[in-house]
Each structure stands twice: as structure tokens, then as C-alpha cells.
């Protein structure tokens, strides 16, 4: 038996570090919730064999897991040089065009012509994750005349950033229909979309995956940041993709940005991730920074769901310890005094739903009479996902009998699912949940529960029964 001890969930990337049962498994010992499959790389034969592996884990361990397909998105490239590589002086004037030929130093293929269209003189470039940054000088038909403003080294495919523009490019690519696709023949639980600039992004995603999983929006365009509250109603839970985000917009005000999506994620009763650049360093150190254990802090104290790691895990030297330290600071942190202090302060409203307001109540009855655990049964998901919303002390203990629904319900703070299929009233449930609760150490005999569920006994959406029940 596996038991967490923290509320906020790992999410690690599967990859060339850990794409085999034995390093999944070790992972998932480690401390990984969510196990992402990242289809920017790798071909779908390999993610197929992760989705197999997770499956085979779930099933040795009795724990659901959840898996999330990323889809890669479009990404905007240069092309390549003759040498592979060209330097650059502040000052110098640089051709980007549609011409596929090898580029030197005076040119080098930009193949979209439609980035071209909406570009204008003055218009800020920026490239290598902002380690290079031009400006056009000038604009013919199907070129751009650029000036090195910094930077002193550009090579093959290199992506770029233009700040401050919304780019008339669909966020789902041929490639990403495919793979998506895929994915969800696979069975993933959670879809995660790239570039999505506006609500009409994911709209078009969630026509199309159409209930087979649940879909995360990643936020990492300032266009995304000025429709955030249109973007959260459309889509089921939202990543915080730091990497991008903090290229295109100032770098000081990502922790603002980061602070304030988490808080509106919460109160929307949605999971997010925040993600990106958290232990990178432990991708070639078997210890992180001061830096970025205070940064995966901080995302706990924000109230985040879920951190991530990316490179640590898919390609880096030390995966395991990367989820151990990453599992230690998430502990450490919400057992800090300020941290259960941040949490009570910010309590969503209820906005005067029944529902809302039943789980409002078994939160602070659950911290009156010190009970072991929330206990819900749900059949979609709404009941948990109410009293996650107000991050209890104790776990929160999910009974349902959709397996769909105990995977995706992994993703969110504190909850922990288990699969249950012989329930069929609301006192086998309070039986059931009495046997959970002993048998995976939350409780023992005298402890207390609180208990919520919809009567009558299994339709989805309506919680309005609460309960104490004491463990026999």
C-alpha cells in the first residue's frame, strides 16, 4: 500500500530517462500522481507502451493514475544554416524569408508567411528562449528586415516569440489532430493544449475530444492572460506553462501572473498546474537550487494542485531524486504554520448553491470535530471537486464507481480516488467508506468522518446529504 501524505500532486514527464516499467514504477513509489506524456517527441508506439505500464501500475498498487497527453502545438521555428549556426553582432541586419535554402549570415528561412503578415516595423522578435532578441527594421512581401538589438549566437531551429501579438495561427496543428487522436485511443485521462490564445481555441479541442477526457488549457501567450476567466468557464482545468509565458512577457511579472490564475483556477473549482523550469537544474545535479526549491514552495503556497516536472524526468540524470526532493518540499511546506494559514484565508464564495453550500459545511464541521477525512461518493466528479475548492486539512477521500472519474479526479489537491463497483444506496456507501478509510491507514476505530453525497443515491450533480459517521 501507497500512501501520500501530501496534498498537492507530481506531475513527471515520461522520456528517454524513464520511459521503462521499472524507472514508471520507481517513479510512481517516488511520488508521481499524473504521469505526462509528452507528443512534441516520441513516436505513439512508445507512449502506448507508457499508457500500458501506468495501467499495469494501477492495477499492482490499487490506485488510480492519471495520465496526461500534451500536444505539441504550433511552434515557430527559423530554419537551418549552412554551418548549423551563425553569430551575431548587436547591430547587424539579418534576412528572414520563405526561401527553404541553407541560411548564413545574412539570411535564414522563417517558413510562416503568415507571422510575416502581422508583423510591423518596430515589432519585437524574440529568439532561443529570448537569449537572442531582434527587431524588424523594415517589411517587404514576403520578408522580414531585422536588427540585432542582442544575442550573440543563433542555430538551426530555433523557436521564436513575438510578444504582444496574436498570431493567426490555429493552436491545433494536422500533427496535433493525429496525435490527439491517439491519445485518446490510448485512454489518457486529461488532454493538455498548446498555444491557446483566445476561448475559440479550446472550444474547437473540446468539441472534439467530446467527453473522452478532460482537457487542461496551457497558458503561455499573453493573449491567453487578457481572456484567463473566458478560457477557465470553456475548459476543465488550466497549466501554467511558465517556460513560454515568461518569454513573451516581462519576466517580473510571472510570480503576479502565476499567483493570480492559480487563485482563479481554485475558485472556478478546477485543477491547475504550474509547470516548467521547477528543478531544472536537476536535470544534470542530483540536487536542486535554493532558487528552485522555493520556487516549487511557492507554487504550494499559491494553492496549486499539481507542480511539474519536465526535462528532470524525461531526459534528466537523476528522475527519482528529482520527484523525492520535489515530494519532500511539497510536505514540508504544507506542514509550515503559514501555509494551512494562506489556505483558511481565501475560502471561495458559494454564490448561494446548495450544493457549494453542503460542502462549505463538511469543511468546517471536518475541522470542528477533527475528523480524519472528507469523505464523497460521486458519479462525475462535482462533489469532490466542491470540496476541493476549499482546500481541507485533511484528505479528501473519493469513492466512485466511474473509473474515468477516479483517474481524472487524481489530478485535483488532496484528493485521493478509490474504485468502487457494489455500492447501490447511500448507507453501503458509509459501510464502504468505514473499510477505505481503515484498511489505507486515514483512520482507525473511534475516528471520525464527514461524509457527502447526492440523495437521491447516484444521480450526478446534486450534493445535499451530509454525515458524521464514527469508524467502527
Keep these: 500500500m501507497i500512501r501520500r501524505y501530501r496534498q498537492t500532486k507530481i506531475v513527471a514527464t515520461i522520456g528517454p530517462a524513464s520511459g521503462s516499467p521499472e524507472m514508471m514504477r520507481t517513479l510512481f513509489k517516488a511520488g508521481v500522481d499524473i504521469f505526462r506524456l509528452n507528443f512534441s517527441h516520441g513516436v505513439h508506439a512508445a507512449h502506448r507502451k507508457n499508457v500500458e505500464t501506468a495501467r499495469a501500475l494501477e492495477k499492482e498498487f490499487g490506485r488510480p493514475i492519471a495520465l496526461l497527453a500534451d500536444m505539441q502545438g504550433p511552434k515557430l521555428r527559423v530554419g537551418d544554416f549552412a554551418n548549423g549556426y551563425i553569430d551575431l ?78 498570431l493567426p495561427i490555429p493552436a491545433l496543428t494536422d500533427k496535433d489532430r493525429v496525435d490527439l487522436e491517439a491519445a485518446l485511443g490510448m485512454g489518457v485521462d486529461w488532454i493538455a493544449q498548446s498555444f491557446v490564445q483566445r476561448p475559440e481555441d479550446v472550444i474547437e479541442a473540446k468539441n472534439i ?16 492572460l487578457e481572456c484567463i476567466d473566458e478560457i477557465i468557464t470553456v475548459v476543465d482545468g488550466i497549466m501554467l506553462a511558465r517556460g513560454d509565458l515568461g518569454v513573451e512577457i516581462p519576466p517580473e511579472k510571472v510570480p503576479a501572473e502565476q499567483k493570480r490564475i492559480v487563485r482563479k483556477v481554485r475558485h472556478a473549482g478546477k485543477p491547475v498546474i504550474v509547470a516548467t523550469q521547477m528543478l531544472e537544474s536537476m536535470i544534470d545535479n542530483p540536487r536542486p537550487t535554493r532558487a528552485e526549491a522555493s520556487d516549487v514552495a511557492t507554487a504550494v503556497y499559491d494553492g496549486a494542485d499539481a507542480v511539474m516536472l519536465s ?3 524525461a531526459v534528466g540524470q537523476y528522475p527519482e531524486e528529482a520527484v523525492s526532493i520535489m515530494n519532500r518540499i511539497c510536505e514540508s511546506t504544507e506542514a509550515d504554520k503559514n501555509y494551512r494559514r494562506i489556505m483558511n484565508s481565501d475560502h471561495p464564495d458559494t454564490k448561494s448553491d446548495p450544493s457549494d453550500a453542503i460542502t462549505v459545511a463538511a469543511t468546517y464541521v471536518a475541522n470542528d470535530i477533527k475528523a480524519a477525512a472528507i469523505v464523497n461518493y460521486t458519479t462525475s466528479g462535482s462533489t469532490t471537486l466542491r470540496a476541493v475548492r476549499q482546500r481541507p486539512d485533511m484528505p479528501i477521500l473519493c469513492l466512485t464507481q466511474k473509473m474515468e472519474t477516479a483517474r481524472r479526479l487524481v ?11 457494489d455500492v447501490n444506496s447511500f448507507a453501503e456507501t458509509v459501510e464502504r467508506a468505514n473499510v477505505v478509510v481503515k484498511e489505507n491507514g486515514y483512520g482507525q476505530k473511534g475516528d471520525k468522518i464527514v461524509m457527502t453525497a447526492g440523495v437521491p443515491f447516484g444521480v450526478s450533480g446534486t450534493t445535499n446529504a451530509l454525515r458524521i459517521e464514527i469508524i467502527e
Excluded at 475530444?209 to 491567453?224: D, F, Q, T, V, Y
Design 311 to 313: 526535462g528532470e524526468t
Design 89 to 166: 553582432k548587436e547591430g547587424q541586419i539579418l534576412r528572414f524569408d520563405l526561401d527553404d535554402t541553407l541560411g548564413d549570415e545574412t539570411r535564414v528561412m522563417l517558413p510562416h508567411p503568415e507571422v510575416m503578415d502581422v508583423m510591423e516595423v518596430g515589432s519585437e522578435i524574440l529568439l532561443d528562449d529570448g537569449k537572442v532578441r531582434v527587431v524588424v527594421d523594415s517589411k517587404e512581401k514576403d520578408a522580414l528586415n531585422v536588427k540585432v538589438m542582442a544575442g550573440s549566437k543563433l542555430s538551426n531551429h530555433k523557436g521564436f516569440n513575438i510578444p504582444g501579438i496574436v
Design 411 to 421: 489530478m485535483s489537491f488532496g484528493v485521493r480516488t478509490f474504485h468502487i463497483t
Design 209 to 224: 475530444i467530446n467527453g473522452r477526457a478532460a482537457l487542461l488549457a496551457k497558458i503561455e501567450k499573453p493573449s491567453a
